[in-house]
Structure formats: structure tokens, C-alpha cells
């Protein structure tokens, strides 16, 4: 990873926003579910927040047969 | 491929793009002209940021402790201030030669714009691609963001000029042969990096881009040299903080993390798209393109960065559409790279699963790049459209206006597409724009006598009457409220000279005071005048 040549791929790419949009949703899902006390709900931000979530492992996924092509 | 009927339309229809956005680089010429001429503060809290470079012409840093006299805190990074402290020796505190600088940034940014969308937009030169250069230069400047916070004295433009210039020095220099050329350009853009964060500090999405990007095309890089901007960044913070016991850790970074309201954000989100759209879609078309056909560029990930991390904080107190300038920038580039790959019919598909799924497409392609020669030029038009913005009643623009049949619907006359015919406009969308008259000059030079004549200090909600007559300024009220909602403000002083009386003058505007010290305020003095200026009431309070 740390030599001259390397480079992240789009398979690379593709697997941290599915890992990391996939990580932030249910980060954000838990917020609601360890915070029982907290009232409201999910709120507009954080419905913002899931989407872009979604909307990153989605594009994560679709990245993912792209192989070895540099990103 | 391309018949010359459909040669000569673009042409011409290019020629009127032209037209138009050489048209709002004229009215936002004479807005700069208008502004540099007015002596007092045109946007809230711009007679601090004066003050900041007044204090760094003495040597002295503006990052203070707020609970001795005379009350004052900048929470802005220096680099602004510092560049513009020289004209404080040579002509004294004045406005007119920060606005130069802010207007100046603006036309190095949209110059920077040109210069990548003409050295990477497509392969090959020639005039139609200097044309789309040229276009996308003029529609930053043409963006009704960047029109009415360009000539400010305000350190928002420079930081997008510095954030550009970045961007534009570094989006090549990994593949640069040349050791050395190497070298010298990702040193230069990384330190173009800090300097546009040490101008302000919203420029910290630009450095996570540049990471980022390194970090893609080579981690080794981003290690080494994102190491070593660190260490210098990091290194001037720590002086910073040492030097001002602090005050600049606590007033410039911990005093400036504000609430979000999330409403305001959206509808500064909407308002981005409904203004700028025109270009947004092919600057996103082109970002997808890069994403599954090509290596992702710098100016695509700056474009996401900017547009998510910029636009969502918009929405935070002290945020508004300003913070949509870095965006706005990067669309003007990717946007240009897409006329300029069109108009040279430059779109090569890699070969994968969706170009494999989108192949029975392919005999569209001519007729599409046929199209794309009237699209192009009538995507410029529709933004120049989508962005007007004019003085209707200052000659020459009152006769467009009478031929365009435009009615004013903001202040002084002024007509601005980012309001509703009735002059709404959405929240964090700043209320400027307009030209300034001599009745607002003389509204101000009245008020700057009342400060002459009072007895005691004079506590103005501006700095800059304060300024004008030669007294001290006290307090920077903004600052002061920032403090107050994190709860690192006391006042107890403050409010002892209001309990004292020891104003004889206390000038508010938007009265963006900590509320304890308004309600001192309030049990102490009383109102004796307001005078408009510049379309806002300076109430002016006298002791009881």
C-alpha cells in the first residue's frame, strides 16, 4: 500500500463508501435506539444523514465490479 | 459531424452567452465601484474585520480577552487582515481597499477557473475552448453569492481564491515527470492550502479534499506531504494559541462552533440549485462520468466536499449562502469541463458493466453531440438568466431594466433573482446587493457626529462610526454572542459600565448582543433617534 506505485482502485472506493455508508446508518439508527429517553424521533437532519448514508453504499455497490481500474 | 448550420447556431448562441455574462461582470464591476466609494459599513459586522487589520498594522493580535476593556475578540484567522494591514500605514482605517482586495480575489478565482477549464477541460486548444474557459470564469463572477460578498471587507472571497488556486496547482501534480517541478507544486499547493485556512476557517473542507485525493492516487504521497503540511499548519496554530494565551484557540475555534439549523440549510440548498442549476447538473453529470469511466479528479472530489460539508454547515448561526462560494467554484470548473469535452465531442466510455448496458445508446451518440452544440451555449444563457441581478434605476442599467421589464425587489431599487417579487428571500441569504446612495452617506456622516458629540465611550453595533470619529471601538458584539451560547462569556464588567452609564452613546443594528447585555442595555437607556442608512435603522440610546 505504501509503495510508489500504488494506487486505491475503484474496487477500493467501492468498499469503503459501502463500509462507511453502511457503518454511518446504523451509527445513525442507533443514536435513536441507545438514546430511548431522547424525544422527536428521527429528525430532519438525521433523515438527511440516513439518506446520504444510502445513497453512499449504493454507490459503493455499484462501484465494486468496476475491478482493478484505478480510481 | 457537425453540419454548419449547427456550427454557426453555436457560435452565435456562444456569442450571446458571451454577451450576458460580460453583462453582469459590468454591474458587478459598478457595485465594487459603489462600494469602495461608501466610507461606512455596508454588510454586518464588516467595520470589525477592519478593526482586526487595524490591529495587526499596531503588531498587536486581534484574539483578546473579552472580559476587560475595551471588550473586543476577533474569531477570524489572520491572513486577510495581515495582507490588507500595509494600506492601514499608508491612508489610516478605511473600507475601500479591503473591498478592493475581496473584489480582486474574486477576479484572480474566476481567472483560476478559466485557466483549468482551458488547460484540462478537453484535448487541444483553439478559440472555442478559450470561449468556454472565458464562459466559466465569468459565471463565477455572474454567481449572485459571489456578486454580493466579492467586494466586502471580508475575508471570504480571498479564502475561495486561495482554496482555487490550490486546487488548481495541485490537480496535476502527481503526474508532473520532473522530480523537482513535482516537488515545487505540491509544496506550493499545499501551502496555498494553509494559507487559504489561516484566511478562513471554512477552507478545512479544501484540505480534506486535497487528502483525499492524494490518499486515492497515491497514500504514500499523502503521507509524506500531507505529514509535512500538518506539521506546518499545525505548527503556526500553536504559536498562535501561545502567543495570544489562548485567546486564539478559544475565540477563533471553540467560539465559532455554532448551532445548526437545518432548515436554514435546506432552504440555502434549494436556493443554490434554483440559481446556479444550469451548471450544477452537467458539473454532477461530469463528476458520475469520472466516477465509473475515469480516475476521479481533484475538482470532482472538491466539488462533493464542498457542496455536502459546505452547504450543510450553511445552515449553522453566523453561516449563510457565502458559504457556498467554495461550491460554486467547483461547479463553474467541472461544469466547464463538461462544455469543453461536449463542444469538442470528447467522451469516451471505458469499457464495463454499464457501458456494456447502455451500448444499444450508442447510435445517439452523434445526434447527442450534434445537440450538445446548442445545449452548451444555452446552458450559459439559462444561467445568466437564472442569476440576473441589476440596479434598475442607476444609468445604463435602468434601460435593460425598462426593456427587460424588471422590477426592483430589494433595496435602493435594486432587483435580485435569489428574492421572490415581493422581496423574500430565503433564511442566511444575505440581505445585500444593492447600490448605495448619498442619502446613506449622509446618513452615516450624521451618525458619526452624534458619536463626536457624546460624552463617555459610544458602543456601536458597526465599528465604523466609531472609527470615522476617531474613538475607541468597544466591544465586537457578534463575538461577544458566539461566547455567550457556549457559555465562555461573563460580561460582569461590561454590564457594570451599562449599569453605570458610562456610554454616552449606544448604537445598535441588529442588536446581536449576548441578551443579559441587551436587557442592561434596555433598564438603562433610552431610544432618542433612529436614521436609516443603507435600508437599516441605527437606533441610537442615550442614558436615562
Avoid at chain 2, 440549485?273 to 479528479?297: K, N, Q, T, W
Wanted: charged share 15%.
Amino acid at each position: 500500500m505504501f509503495s510508489n506505485d500504488f494506487t486505491l482502485t475503484k474496487r477500493h472506493l467501492g468498499l469503503i463508501l459501502l463500509i462507511g455508508g453502511s457503518l454511518g446508518f446504523i451509527g445513525i439508527l442507533g443514536i435513536d435506539i441507545l438514546d430511548a429517553g431522547r424525544e422527536g424521533g428521527i429528525g430532519p437532519a438525521q433523515q438527511i444523514a440516513l439518506g446520504l448514508c444510502a445513497l453512499s453504499a449504493f454507490i459503493g455497490l455499484t462501484l465494486l465490479p468496476l475491478g482493478d481500474k484505478p480510481a | 459531424m457537425d453540419k454548419p448550420i449547427f456550427r454557426i447556431t453555436n457560435r452565435v448562441l456562444m456569442a450571446a452567452a458571451l454577451l450576458v455574462l460580460l453583462g453582469h461582470l459590468a454591474v458587478y464591476a459598478a457595485y465594487a465601484a459603489n462600494l469602495m466609494r461608501f466610507p461606512f459599513d455596508y454588510d454586518q459586522g464588516e467595520g470589525f474585520e477592519l478593526m482586526d487589520t487595524v490591529f495587526f498594522s499596531r503588531g498587536e493580535w486581534p484574539y483578546r480577552d473579552t472580559e476587560v476593556f475595551p471588550f473586543y475578540s476577533s474569531n477570524y484567522p489572520p491572513l486577510f487582515h495581515v495582507l490588507a494591514a500595509p494600506f492601514v500605514w499608508m491612508v489610516g482605517p478605511a473600507y475601500w481597499y479591503g473591498r478592493l482586495l475581496g473584489f480582486l480575489a474574486t477576479l484572480v478565482t474566476a481567472a483560476a477557473i478559466g485557466f483549468a477549464v482551458y488547460r484540462d477541460g478537453a484535448a487541444g486548444g483553439g478559440r472555442l475552448k478559450l470561449l468556454v474557459a472565458g464562459l466559466a470564469g465569468l459565471a463565477y463572477l455572474a454567481s449572485n453569492t459571489v456578486y454580493h460578498i466579492g467586494p466586502l471587507f471580508r475575508q471570504h472571497a480571498s479564502m475561495v481564491m486561495f482554496e482555487t488556486l490550490a486546487v488548481v496547482v495541485l490537480a496535476n501534480a502527481g503526474e508532473i515527470a520532473h522530480v523537482r517541478r513535482r516537488r515545487l507544486a505540491l509544496a506550493a499547493g499545499l501551502l496555498l492550502v494553509i494559507a487559504a485556512g489561516y484566511t478562513k476557517q471554512l477552507a478545512i473542507v479544501t484540505a480534506l479534499a486535497v487528502g483525499l485525493f492524494l490518499l486515492i492516487r497515491q497514500p504514500r504521497r499523502a503521507l509524506v506531504w500531507g505529514g509535512m503540511a500538518a506539521a506546518v499548519g499545525v505548527g503556526v496554530f500553536v504559536w498562535m494559541t501561545a502567543a495570544t494565551n489562548g485567546e486564539w484557540w478559544r475565540q477563533a475555534i471553540v467560539a465559532n462552533i455554532n448551532e445548526l439549523n437545518i432548515q436554514q440549510s435546506v432552504g440555502l440548498f434549494r436556493l443554490w440549485f434554483s440559481l446556479h442549476g444550469f451548471l450544477i447538473v452537467p458539473a454532477a453529470l461530469l463528476a458520475l462520468y469520472e466516477l465509473y469511466f475515469d480516475r476521479l479528479s481533484l475538482y470532482t472530489i472538491w466539488f462533493v466536499l464542498a457542496v455536502g460539508l459546505n452547504g450543510a454547515a450553511s445552515g449553522t448561526w453566523g453561516g449563510g449562502d457565502s458559504y457556498f462560494a467554495t461550491a460554486i467554484a467547483a461547479t463553474c470548473i467541472l461544469s466547464g469541463f463538461f462544455a469543453a469535452r461536449t463542444l469538442a465531442g470528447e467522451w469516451p466510455f471505458t469499457e464495463n458493466y454499464l457501458s456494456r448496458l447502455a451500448r444499444p445508446l450508442r447510435r445517439f451518440g452523434p445526434g447527442l453531440l450534434r445537440a450538445g452544440l446548442i445545449i452548451i451555449p444555452l446552458l450559459y444563457l439559462g444561467y445568466g438568466r437564472a442569476t440576473l441581478h441589476l440596479p434598475t434605476q442607476q444609468p445604463p442599467f435602468d434601460t435593460f431594466a425598462r426593456v427587460l421589464n424588471i422590477r426592483p425587489n430589494a433595496l435602493n431599487g435594486f432587483y435580485d433573482s435569489a428574492r421572490t417579487a415581493d422581496g423574500q428571500f430565503s433564511a442566511g441569504y444575505a440581505d445585500i446587493g444593492h447600490f448605495t446612495t448619498p442619502d446613506d452617506v449622509q446618513a452615516g456622516w450624521l451618525i458619526v457626529e452624534q458619536v463626536r458629540a457624546a460624552a463617555g465611550h459610544v458602543m456601536s453595533e458597526e465599528a465604523g462610526f466609531s472609527l470615522a470619529a476617531g474613538r475607541q471601538v468597544i466591544t465586537n458584539p457578534t463575538q461577544l454572542l458566539n461566547l455567550d451560547k457556549k457559555g465562555l462569556y461573563d460580561g460582569g464588567e461590561l454590564i457594570r459600565l451599562i449599569e453605570d452609564r458610562a456610554f454616552g452613546l449606544i448604537i445598535f443594528r441588529a442588536q446581536f448582543y449576548p441578551p443579559r447585555l441587551l436587557r442592561a442595555v434596555g433598564d438603562h437607556y433610552r431610544h432618542a433617534e433612529s436614521i436609516v442608512m443603507n435600508g437599516f435603522e441605527y437606533r441610537l440610546l442615550v442614558p436615562n
